[in-house]
């Protein structure tokens, strides 16, 4: 008898999950079904990860961007959503959509309505789908909806793709300088360790510093490798605390080079989150909170969520904003502008617009100025290794010549 894991609707559309002892996968299905249960997802007890749903792994914003296009091509032609779910769900890779959408059609099937349905996967679906889906149904123009929905992840994966972009070349020059240094030190410094012995001198401190840590590599090299997943361990874990969670966001907005990057991707993010959900009729202080949901920094997203309380007095939205004292001032000035027009959706399109530009330029910015700093690192560390292993030789034919 094995155990299996399993997720389910009940005949009220309820969401269930559970254990079941069966002799098999398909045993275990039909004594779910003999329960008046429809099964979405099940899966051995003993797979560690297995199964359509890997984790708490979330969907990419191009891929929704890529579903909710679809979705507005499929309703648009007359097609009702249980069976646009199900066409969907025949033609999708990605194998955490697709069970997250049969959980949805199951849903939809049992007389629910398909934002609720998108409720029932909060890892997959992110509140702004399920909260325009929402606005959408209620409007009758849930097409209008994923349209905008399409736009607002794609340009998402654009923004999140820019930073990535400006991230890879240090990232890259840093591993391939850590790569070159455990090479040196394994292959290249033993060689020249009987040498430096034999000469019976005092070696410089950068040639002793070198042996030392060559020795420490191949001798005691699951010491560092403990060392190096002890130091990271302990700083996800201090990030997930308040306070270290804190920290992290004081350094992402004030350390050099990076900050002016940062910002900007804050603001135009904010901007366009703000301006699709109020778009889709969603009051100003849900649009609010639910935008603060989606901020990663914590000087933001704590920000946002004082400014909602703010608002819900009875201030103006720029009036907290320019408190907060981290958004940019012309920001703060297209909002105010906003308020006085009446149109603040429309200006937070074109503050989108406009930062996401701005995020554009900083990033190549950024990538000029991490070039030279790059070549520095690695003159720096190329320099301490010519200075470690040919230091000695110079002064012993030094000695030679002065003989």
Known sequence: MAQFNYKAVDSNGKAKKGTIDAT??????GKLKAEGLSVTEIKD??????????????????????????????LDAGVTVVTALEMLTEQLENKILRAALIESKVYVEKGGNLSDSFRLNPDVFPPIMINMCAAGEVSGNIEVAFDRLATHFEKDDALKGKIKSALTYPIMVLVVAVIVIIVVMIVVIPNFVTMFEDMGTTLPLATRMMMAGSDFVIHRWYILIAIVFGITVGIKAFKATENGEMFFAKIAINAPIFSDMVVKQNAARFARNLSTLMAAGIPMLDAIEQVAKMMSNKIFRDGLMN??????????????????????TMLVQMVKIGEETGNIEDMMDKVADLYEREVDLATESL????????????????GMIVAAVYGPILSMYNGIDNI
Request: hydrophobic letters at 45%.
């Open 367 to 382: 990538t000029a100025a991490m070039e030279p700093l790059t070549m520095v690192f690695l003159a720096c560390i190329v």
């Open 45 to 74: 007890a003993g797979e560690s990860g297995g199964g359509a749903r890997l984790g708490k792994k979330k969907v990419k914003s191009r891929e929704l961007s890529v579903l909710c296009k679809q979705l507005v091509s499929i």
């Open 24 to 29: 098999d996968r398909e045993k275990a299905v």
């Open 307 to 328: 400014t909602k309380a703010q608002v819900a007095k009875g201030l103006p939205l720029s009036k907290p904003l320019k408190d907060m004292e981290v958004f940019p």
